[in-house]
C-alpha cells in the first residue's frame, strides 16, 4: 500500500520561483542537446542538488501522481526527482538508463517492470519529447503501460503533440512561457 502525500502542495508560483532563484533558468545563447540555438537554457539539476528545493520539487509532482504501480524515470536529471517522488508517496520506482550496460543481464533499466504494470514516467525537463519516448519505448518494451509524463518544465517544443501521437499525455508543472513571464 502507498503512503499518502502528508506534506501541503506547492503553489505554482513558488514553483516557478524556486526554479528561478535556483538558477534553473538562464537567459543568454545557448545551444541545446539536439543542437537547436536557444536564449534559455533550464537546467533542473542546479534546482534539485538544494534538498529544500528537491523537496518542493518532489511535493509538487507527488500531488500528480495518481494511481499507478511504479514510477520511472531516466538517468541522470529524473533520478533524484523519481527518488524524491517515491519516498514522498510510497511507490516503487525504475531506473531507466540511456544505453543498456555492457555486462550482467543488460538490462536498459534498473527495478522492476512485469508485464500489466502501470508506470508513470517523471522527467525534469522536456523539449521535443525524443527522449520522453525513449523512456516509453523501454517501459513498453517491458511490458509496462505508460500514458502519462509528468515533467517540471515543459519547453514548449513539441515534446506535448509527439508524446500524444504515442498516446501520452505531458503534465507539465511549469511552461517555458511561465518562466519567461516570471523573470524579473
Known amino acids: 500500500m502507498n503512503a499518502p502525500v502528508a506534506d501541503p502542495e506547492p503553489g505554482h508560483t513558488e514553483i516557478v520561483r524556486t526554479l528561478l532563484d535556483a538558477g534553473a533558468v538562464r537567459f543568454g545563447d545557448f545551444t541545446l542537446a539536439s543542437g537547436e540555438k536557444s536564449d534559455v537554457y533550464i537546467d533542473v539539476k542546479r534546482a534539485w542538488t538544494d534538498p529544500k528545493r528537491l523537496d518542493l520539487l518532489a511535493r509538487a509532482l507527488a500531488s500528480r501522481v495518481g494511481t499507478v504501480d511504479r514510477l520511472a524515470g531516466m538517468e541522470l536529471g529524473a533520478v533524484p526527482l523519481v527518488v524524491a517522488v517515491a519516498l514522498k508517496t510510497g511507490h516503487s520506482y525504475v531506473v531507466l538508463r540511456k544505453t543498456a550496460k555492457e555486462h550482467g543481464t543488460r538490462q536498459p533499466y534498473e527495478g522492476d517492470i512485469t508485464p500489466g504494470l502501470r508506470v508513470l514516467l517523471i522527467e525534469d525537463v ?59
Not at 505508460?146 to 500524444?164: F, W
Open 126 to 184: 522536456t523539449t521535443t519529447g525524443g527522449s520522453t519516448l525513449r523512456s516509453v519505448e523501454i517501459v513498453r518494451g517491458a511490458g509496462g503501460l505508460v500514458d502519462r509524463v509528468l515533467v517540471v518544465v515543459d519547453r514548449e517544443s513539441g515534446a506535448a503533440a509527439r508524446l500524444a501521437s504515442a498516446g501520452i499525455r505531458i503534465e507539465p508543472l511549469v511552461t517555458l512561457s511561465e518562466l519567461r513571464g516570471a523573470r524579473t
